[in-house]
């Protein structure tokens, strides 16, 4: 039988089917992303003996794919953020992440998130990570250049700006162009290899190792070959969520099942997940996703408004582009359009192929094209454009800088109709831990010996609503570190 069907992740394995150990550590991290990488950092550097798993040939994960945004603020501001004018409150801070995290957002994670941001960003820069420290003004889903601040969430949007005075929070990897992560996990990599964790690359977890409820190891696969991994001080799981598992999307999941392309490294196969599952962790949020309808740049765009098939507006449109494609997923028959007029006309950076369904010299020209019941679509146009010319939408309360009356023709609707856009989504949902990364059972205890943090875990990004770029790699970064610390016998902020 092969080892995957002898080991399988949602069955643990009992000590009395380990017939010897082949290696033995304080701390057996599983995944070298950026969750592990910073777990395997703190837990050297706090004295413990730490090995880590990485299925892949090299580390860096998701997070070396990544933008490299990380979303720090609050302590009254980052120095990049003060550099630039701008402060930011922890209250604000705070305020934000409470909001984003939606209606199970964790207060106690947040708030000591918010509180520690300040420093988390000076330690990834300890590390070596470089930030430029220049700001890039406008909308930007990442920088087309160099710089490292932006806005990167939903900050000056209402409702947030009505709770939380808004900052530009999204502090990115220097890095010309897309794709900082490389550089971010290359410094975290290097960092835990020469503080001496041991990396095991090609190398799989394939289950829990448990005894009398606790974890005291791993099987594993390396190299083809079957080999029991003992952990004296606790399993650390970093193993990135589920997108890449159809199974678990289609039973948590299925919306995300709307979005063509996952957003992964191409392991998050939820194996981490499941072996928390299988030695008694709950789950959380399990039924939530990052999602995204990338509609700007050009940010012309979002002077646009999106309608539904009932000719209805349905969001402010200067939202986040992930909150923006939430709300897209969910009209009725799959049915949305982008009306654009001519002087804000554009094609997404992201899918300049993007259909456009109708163009006409007139609004009702373009709802006819659409199929729209007559006078739908020409009334809400009307309607945003009278209340625009005033600075005011009282309807999705978009800020005055983003209304613009849509009155010079050709008029067209760009499709964000089911199947005509490429949405791309990755997992929020994952194992309940408390901040310190200890995973926890169904009754909220515990379970001796086992930690999880990134996508693994629920983490501070639970709500895909909410999310804002840069959320999952803070989080990633920062509770891998609170969970390495904590396995390794640490104390934790
Ligand atoms: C193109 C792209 C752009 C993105 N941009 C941003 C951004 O700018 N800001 C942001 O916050 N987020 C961004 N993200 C999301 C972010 O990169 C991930 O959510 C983040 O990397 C999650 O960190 P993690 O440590 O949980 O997982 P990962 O970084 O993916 O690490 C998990 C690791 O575990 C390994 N693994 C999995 N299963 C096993 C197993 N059974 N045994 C051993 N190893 C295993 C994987 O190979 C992987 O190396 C982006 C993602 C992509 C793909």
Same mark, same amino acid.
């Given at each position: ?13 009992? =000590? ?6 082949? =290696?033995?550590?304080? $701390? ?64 604000? =801070? ?78 990115? $990897? ?320």
């Amino acid at each position: 039988m092969s080892a995957e069907k002898r080991f399988t992740p949602a069955r643990a394995c009992s =000590l009395d089917q380990v017939p010897h150990w082949d =290696l033995e550590t304080d $701390v057996l991290v599983v995944g070298f992303g950026a969750a592990g990488a910073c777990a395997a950092i703190e837990a050297r550097q706090a004295g413990a003996e730490v090995l880590v798993l990485e299925v892949a040939a090299a580390g860096g994960g998701s997070a070396s794919l990544s933008g490299g945004e990380v979303y720090v603020g609050g302590s009254g501001g980052t120095d990049v953020q003060r550099e630039h004018g701008f402060v930011d409150s922890t209250e604000d =801070l705070q305020q934000y992440l409470l909001m984003a995290g939606g209606p199970a957002a964790d207060a106690e994670r947040v708030a000591i998130y918010a509180g520690n941001g300040v420093s988390h960003f000076n330690w990834l820069r300890e590390q070596g990570v470089p930030f430029k420290g220049t700001y890039l003004p406008g909308k930007w889903i990442e920088p087309p250049t160099d710089d490292t601040l932006l806005w990167s969430g939903n900050e000056k949007a209402w409702p947030y700006v009505e709770k939380a005075n808004p900052a530009p929070r999204g502090h990115t $990897v220097q890095f010309t162009g897309w794709g900082g992560g490389k550089v971010l996990m290359q410094v975290l990599c290097e960092r835990a290899v020469q503080l001496g964790a041991d990396v095991h690359y090609n190398t799989r977890a394939l289950t829990l190792v448990v005894d009398a409820g606790q974890v005291i190891g791993a099987v594993v696969r390396e190299e083809g070959v079957v080999r029991f991994v003992r952990a004296r001080r606790g399993v650390i799981l970093c193993a990135g969520g589920f997108i890449c598992n159809s199974e678990m999307v289609k039973r948590f999941v299925p919306a995300a099942l709307d979005c063509e392309l996952p957003v992964t490294g191409g392991n998050d196969d939820g194996s981490g997940i499941r072996m928390g599952i299988s030695v008694g962790a709950a789950t959380l949020n399990m039924q939530e996703f990052f999602a995204t309808l990338p509609f700007f740049p050009p940010e012309s765009l979002v002077k646009g408004i999106f309608i539904n098939g009932r000719g209805q507006r349905f969001i402010n449109e200067d939202s986040y582009h992930g909150r923006v494609a939430h709300y897209v997923l969910r009209q009725p028959d799959g049915r949305a359009w982008l009306l654009v007029d001519n002087e804000i006309f554009g094609r997404p950076v992201i899918q300049e192929d993007i259909q456009i369904a109708a163009v006409g010299e007139t609004w009702a020209e373009v709802e006819r094209e659409l199929g729209l019941p007559e006078g739908a679509l020409v009334h809400t146009v009307e309607e945003f454009n009278r209340l625009a010319s005033t600075g005011n939408d009282p309807y999705f309360h978009k800020a005055a800088e983003w209304l613009r009356p849509l009155t010079e023709p050709p008029f067209a609707a760009l499709s964000y109709c089911k199947g005509d856009f490429q949405g791309h989504a990755f997992t929020l949902g994952g194992l309940a831990t408390r901040p310190s990364g200890e995973v926890l059972d169904a009754d909220g205890q515990p379970i001796p010996g086992l930690f999880a943090a990134g996508r693994t875990a629920c983490g501070l990004p639970r709500w895909g609503e909410g999310y804002s770029s840069g959320l999952s790699l803070g989080d990633s970064t920062f509770f891998g570190r609170q969970a390495g610390r904590k396995a390794a016998g640490q104390s934790v902020v």
